[in-house]
Nanobody, 125 residues
Framework: VQLVESGGGLVQTGGSLRLSCAAS????????MGWFRQAPGKEREFVAA???????NIKDSVKGRFTISRVNANLTIYLQMNSLKPEDTALYYC????????????????????WGRGTQVTVSS
């Protein structure tokens, strides 16, 4: 089982980035997948989660700026991040659960069984 994130980088305040997470090693097409982030000195926190049908949960502080999407055919999820702020600076992790939407909400770390290594997002002021 492997989750590989990409798309991170350095961007100025107000800029945009699109993160990708490619999954392989098992059939992820029907399970919940999500994004978490961890800023220096802080706990890892939920950002967004998505079902195989496209149902989504988004962290309140990024609603309207971040969008999560998914392409089941190639087992990839995306996080489109617009209007980035310095407080969005963090290591962003992709995660996949063993369960479908409804069994889990996808907002808690313990709901996930597989994790990527993360991709760094740095927003300069």
């Amino acid at each position: 089982v492997q989750l590989v994130e990409s798309g991170g980088g350095l961007v100025q305040t107000g800029g945009s980035l699109r993160l990708s997470c490619a999954a392989s090693g098992r059939p992820f097409s029907s399970v919940v997948m999500g994004w978490f982030r961890q800023a220096p000195g802080k706990e890892r926190e939920f950002v967004a989660a998505i079902s195989h049908r496209g149902d989504a949960n988004i962290k309140d502080s990024v609603k309207g700026r971040f969008t999560i999407s998914r392409v089941n055919a190639n087992l990839t999820i995306y996080l489109q991040m617009n209007s980035l702020k310095p407080e969005d600076t963090a290591l962003y992790y992709c995660a996949a659960a063993n369960y479908e939407w409804g069994v889990v909400r996808g907002t808690e770390e313990y709901e996930y069984d597989y994790w990527g290594r993360g991709t760094q997002v740095t927003v300069s002021s």
